[in-house]
């Protein structure tokens, strides 16, 4: 089992910068996939990236592609996802999530923890 904390969220203006992290605990860290992902008020999570458990692979949603970059530190028991060029559509409350599995899943219903979520507020 795993619980994971999230942090970093916060308000930031079109362009900025916001890095968020997760945080988790439990000796098995590593064998887990972690995703993040978000969910704006009135719809559905959505999936926004994802990281393998040795970190090799990563997996990003077409619309932070090339904006986010995910990573992981197994020995710290974190991953991060740094958020660049941030647009007001990236606006919501982000959540880490981790499963056991051979692959990185991209909808939430493959996830078997889940963090409280940190809001992100992106203004125009």
């Known amino acids: 089992q795993v619980q994971l904390v999230e942090f970093g969220g916060g308000l930031v203006q079109a362009g900025g910068s916001l890095r968020l992290s997760c945080v988790a605990s439990?000796?098995?860290?590593?064998?887990?996939?972690i995703g993040w992902f978000r969910q704006a008020p009135g719809k559905e999570r959505e999936f926004v990236a994802a990281?393998?458990?040795?970190?090799?692979?990563?997996y990003y949603a077409d619309s932070v592609e090339g904006r986010f970059t995910i990573s992981r530190d197994n020995g710290k028991n974190t991953v991060d996802l740094q958020m660049n060029s941030l647009k007001p559509e990236d606006t919501g409350v982000y959540y880490c999530?981790?499963?056991?599995?051979?692959?990185?899943?991209?909808?939430?219903?493959?996830?078997?923890?889940w963090g409280q979520g940190t809001q992100v507020t992106v203004s125009s």
């Open positions: 990281i393998s458990w040795s970190g090799a692979g990563t």
């Open positions: 439990g000796r098995t860290f590593s064998r887990y996939i």
């Open positions: 999530a981790a499963e056991l599995a051979g692959r990185p899943g991209f909808s939430p219903n493959e996830y078997d923890y």
